[in-house]
């Protein structure tokens, strides 16, 4: 058997289909422990008090945000040198929860940010490269809904992820390359082994709830993609779900 | 566990529910949006199996 078997849209959309509850139901699993360790058993943190707790959505968003796009990049190269049109359906999958990623990211950082640094906002390299991620995001969103014919759109959406990608980088060196508001990569939540433990066990959770979230709806997500991109392909009649529809009388 | 104290967060209860709560609401949307579109799919090939059938038919 082989992988590239699972390349075509017809075989790719049952898999999906088997895929998206594993997923999903590890997602919530995580994502209930990961709550439960960042709500409940993370103790205080001895500078920043209970407000550090934003850290447990704020990173994992932030890194979601990060990878999606890499990810869409990774698609990108597959879909403008083999021309394989799933790749160009999970680029047009992934963008929407890469946004949402993004932009909770950006809110979040905007909530720990007022009572931490004393304001919601600041132009500075790290939030400024993300609020341009999520630009990037929309902007892809838009250029391929904005085009109708669909492998213009698909080609077009591939460049501007790809040169978009750039920007991953400067997001996340921007904190070493320029002098900003936002703090460096490292957790400094450290006071104690333990409490940094259980710290960092909770926010890596939480990122993996992201992971395992993000790969579900996308997955879930481009089967809706394949189905109207498809719909005229003689395959999506056999598809059960659509079969075991009533007709109307 | 006192939860008046719990949900007050130290004062910072506005910022960190802020947060936990557009993460949990904006997911919940997500999914709820993502379904709708695959249900609608769905229906349109549905439908469109249908408006063939029946054109075959008159025909």
């Known amino acids: 058997m082989s992988l590239f078997k699972y390349s075509a849209p017809s075989t790719f959309y049952p898999l999906a289909g088997k895929l998206v509850p594993w997923f999903g139901t590890l997602a919530f699993l995580l994502c209930a422990t990961g709550l439960y360790l960042?709500?409940?058993?993370?103790?205080?943190?001895?500078?920043?008090?209970?407000?550090?707790?934003?850290?447990?959505?704020?990173?994992?968003?932030?890194?979601?945000?990060?990878f999606i796009y890499l990810v869409m990049a990774g698609y990108a190269v597959l879909s403008?040198?083999?021309?394989?049109?799933?790749?160009?359906?999970?680029?047009?999958?992934?963008?929407?929860?890469?946004?949402l990623f993004t932009a909770l990211a950006l809110w979040t950082g905007a909530l720990w940010g007022k009572p931490t640094w004393g304001t919601y906002w600041a132009w500075d390299a790290r939030m400024t490269s993300t609020l341009i991620l999520l630009f990037l995001?929309?902007?892809?969103?838009?250029?391929?809904?904005?085009?109708?014919?669909?492998?213009?759109?698909?080609?077009?959406?591939?460049?501007?992820?790809?040169?978009?990608?750039?920007?991953?980088?400067?997001?996340?060196?921007?904190v070493q390359w320029w002098n900003t508001l936002h703090q460096g990569a490292s957790i400094s939540v450290s006071q104690g082994n333990k409490m940094a433990t259980i710290m960092l066990v909770s926010m890596l959770i939480m990122a993996l709830a992201c992971w395992m979230y993000a790969i579900a709806v996308?997955?879930?997500?481009?089967?809706?993609?394949?189905?109207?991109?498809?719909?005229?392909?003689?395959?999506?009649?056999?598809?059960?779900?659509?079969?075991?529809?009533?007709?109307?009388? | 566990m006192n939860w008046a104290t719990f949900f007050d967060m130290g004062g910072r209860g506005f910022y960190v529910w802020g947060s936990f709560g557009a993460?949990?609401?904006?997911?919940?949307?997500?999914?709820?949006?993502?379904?709708?579109?695959?249900?609608?799919?769905?229906?349109?090939?549905?439908?469109?199996?249908?408006?063939?059938?029946?054109e075959?038919?008159?025909t």
């Open chain 1, 38 to 66: 960042g709500l409940f058993v993370a103790p205080e943190d001895f500078q920043q008090g209970e407000v550090y707790r934003i850290i447990f959505i704020h990173v994992p968003t932030a890194w979601m945000a990060m």
């Open chain 1, 80 to 99: 403008l040198i083999y021309q394989t049109r799933l790749s160009a359906m999970m680029i047009e999958a992934l963008a929407p929860t890469g946004a």
């Open chain 1, 137 to 174: 995001y929309i902007g892809y969103i838009a250029l391929v809904n904005a085009i109708e014919d669909k492998k213009r759109a698909d080609k077009a959406g591939a460049l501007l992820v790809l040169v978009g990608s750039v920007n991953v980088p400067i997001i996340y060196f921007s």
């Open chain 1, 218 to 249: 996308s997955l879930c997500r481009v089967r809706a993609i394949i189905l109207t991109r498809e719909k005229n392909a003689t395959w999506v009649a056999d598809i059960a779900e659509i079969k075991g529809m009533k007709e109307p009388r």
């Open chain 2, 23 to 54: 993460f949990l609401l904006l997911i919940v949307i997500e999914i709820i949006l993502v379904r709708l579109r695959i249900h609608r799919a769905q229906v349109d090939i549905h439908e469109k199996i249908i408006a063939d059938k029946l």
């Open chain 2, 56 to 58: 075959a038919s008159n």
